[in-house]
């Protein structure tokens, strides 16, 4: 659980104002004596109040006779250069509530131009602006842009290098006598087709020449055969297939 901040004014209530009193001089007492033992310096606390007669001193009355005497032995400007009273404490403190709310105005401005920024994006004219909302715009714009450039040129500084270019593929590289087995195989390959091609007649007279030499006719024996002579030629072919 959070502490409550302490609000810092007077406490009206008498009762509540001497236990806080009586509180906060306990904590007084025991920082003083911190800062001698931690830092080994010369300290002394003397604290007045309307609820005792004497004032209460720490660490002793003689030890405070001690700090005040090395104290006034120091020149005027030395006393003085850190010496606060009651005056120049709340002058410091109105100081620094001033400059607390002046930045808080900043703050707030650059809001409100921010949002009238996003409107002219969404189409929102500049017709209802005043000089100085104008200039506050593009002020904004401005450092907006600063900020772009700068985390670009961040960016290009990051980068990885691009990847170097790949080499091109080499050629597939073939022995000599590897492309003569090719050479010689693609022949075969012709011959294959041919065959497939030839009708079953043919490839029997291929496979048994002698069976057929003396035969006049061949295929079923109904067409005689002739020799294959200039003058033999067109009685021998058909006009269908050989005009």
């Keep these: 659980m959070t502490r409550k901040k302490v ?7 008498d009762s509540a104002r001497k236990a806080t009193f009586k509180k906060r001089k306990k904590g007084l007492m025991k920082k003083v004596s911190e800062l001698s ?29 001690r700090v005040l005497a090395q104290f006034k032995r120091m020149p005027e400007m030395e006393q003085s250069k850190k010496m606060v009273n009651q005056e120049s404490f709340i002058r410091q403190r109105i100081a620094k509530a001033s400059e607390q709310l002046k930045k ?9 131009i921010t949002q009238v920024m996003y409107q002219c994006l969404t189409g929102k004219g500049l017709q209802n602006l005043m ?32 990847p170097p270019p790949r ?21 075969a390959v012709g011959l294959t087709m041919d065959a497939m091609q030839r009708p079953q007649w043919f490839t029997d007279w291929m496979n048994n020449p002698s069976d057929h030499q003396q ?27 050989f005009p």
């Design 167 to 187: 080499p091109p593929p080499e050629a597939p590289q073939v022995t000599t006598g590897n492309l003569h087995l090719l050479q010689e195989q693609k022949p």
């Design 131 to 162: 000089m100085a909302d104008l200039n506050d715009l593009g002020w904004l714009i401005d450092q907006n842009l600063k900020e772009i450039y700068k985390r670009i040129d961040e960016l290009k500084k990051t980068a990885p290098p691009p």
């Design 104 to 112: 808080q105005h900043k703050e707030n401005r650059e809001k409100e």
């Design 37 to 65: 033992t931690l830092c080994g310096i010369d300290t002394c606390a003397i604290i007045y109040s309307p609820y005792e007669s004497q004032p209460e001193v720490w660490p002793d009355t003689r030890g405070v006779h």
């Design 7 to 13: 609000k810092l004014a007077f406490i009206t209530n």
């Design 215 to 241: 035969m006049n006719s061949f295929g079923h024996g109904d067409e005689m055969m002739l020799s294959f002579t200039d003058n033999n030629h067109n009685t021998m072919w058909s006009n269908a297939f």
